[in-house]
């Protein structure tokens, strides 16, 4: 006969089992009020009681879930500083979405607050730009409020093409911006040298382009 042997957690171990605990449930939910103490313990496999031991009460909970959400968030921004701009835009947006898809739009709206600077900080990197200007700031943050929008009220559509939609909206915020800022068409062109022939911004010129009457297309290509 096999005795089983309860396993001691440590206190520290405890809480990061009941965060991810609280947060699977607070994702799932479209309030955190529909979830309760006993349904976090119930999940985490202990009493009601030992739950207040190791935080205040559910508010505690959550936002202790949020924290943790807001960081794995932030992370998701980082990427590495290599290949075209495009590319590295659409994969931080695969992951994004991913994220929202995962935790719900109810959970994912409040923890989008605690990293919007983070984000901005990580395009500005992927950039090269130390101090922008006013408008490359207003580019960067107006295009930021469109992608969250976007992923958390999605329209219908495949999720690829919203991300492709969401890397031309940059490029296209970017362009307009361009036309009045010298810094910021400097920097344009900086950033479509390395883009390749397949790339989300020659795709995004391509189409511009068709759409143009055919005498027009003529004096482009020239």
Avoid: C
Avoid at 106 to 123: D, L, M, S
Avoid at 134 to 160: C, D, F, I, K, Q
Wanted: hydrophobic share 45%; net charge negative.
């Amino acid at each position: 006969m096999t005795t089983g042997v309860r396993r001691r957690w440590g206190v520290e171990e405890r809480r990061q089992q009941l965060i991810g605990v609280a947060l699977e449930l607070f994702s799932n939910r479209s309030s955190p009020d529909d979830v309760s103490i006993d349904e976090i313990a119930a999940a985490a496999g202990i009493s009601r009681p030992l739950v207040y031991h190791y935080f205040p009460g559910k508010q505690g909970l959550y936002e202790a879930a949020l924290r943790q959400a807001a960081g794995e968030l932030a992370e998701l921004f980082q990427e590495r500083h290599e290949g075209p701009l495009g590319a590295r835009l659409l994969r931080v947006l695969g992951r994004f979405f991913d994220f929202v898809d995962a935790h719900g739009t109810g959970f994912a709206a409040p923890v989008i607050n605690e990293v919007r600077q983070a984000a901005y900080e990580q395009i500005l990197a992927h950039l090269e730009v130390g101090e922008p200007s006013a408008r490359l700031e207003l580019v960067v943050r107006t295009w930021m409020t469109l992608a969250e929008s976007t992923a958390l009220n999605r329209p219908a559509g495949p999720r690829a093409e919203l991300e492709l939609q969401l890397v031309h909206d940059f490029a296209a915020l970017s362009a307009v911006s361009a036309i009045h800022d010298a810094e910021l068409a400097d920097l344009l062109v900086r950033v479509l040298k390395d883009e390749p022939a397949d790339g989300p911004f020659s795709v995004l010129v391509g189409r511009l382009v068709s759409l143009l009457p055919a005498q027009v297309q003529v004096q482009v290509q020239v």
